[in-house]
């Protein structure tokens, strides 16, 4: 039994702010979502996997510096090219992240002089294998060509980062 009356009153009134309380949250607006089939709008900001940019005529702004690759902390960016022997630029042949070992830091957007990467709004990078979770440059430039954010000035924006519509890998 109640060991005293306060006590009793205490359980009824516990009760009450409980329920009070339950009521109040079946009557506001829900704020879960379907996920995957629902998406919420990632901010602008948020840091995804970095992403190679491309000019207005789809082609990629990398001029093959490195100085992205230098600038990792923990080496997950591989690069690889060839000098054109007529134009005599750098020609991107392969560019490939390690998704495992990037820390979405920024530091290699930072880097970059030419607005060429940026950190992306792509947050499902889970995969079955192991190899499908280092992003090549063609996968790295697919993401970049659905900026629906400016990507000029990249450091301009907040975080260096880009929209992309939150649309999946
Ligand atoms: S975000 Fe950071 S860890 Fe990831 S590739 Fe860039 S510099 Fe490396
Ligand atoms: S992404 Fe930028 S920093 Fe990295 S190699 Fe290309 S131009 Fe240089």
Redesign the pocket.
Known sequence: MFRSLRDFFSMIRTAIIGMGITIRHMFSPVITINYPEEQLDVPLGYRGI?VLLSDEDGNLKCVSCELCAK????N??EIQSHRDNQTRKKVLDVYN?DSTW????????EACPFDALAMSDQFELASYDLPGLVYTRDQLAEIGRRAITPTDNIRETQNFGIKTGGARR
């Open positions: 970095p600038a990792c902390p923990v997950c960016i992240l990037c820390m979405y830091c920024g530091l290699c957007v």
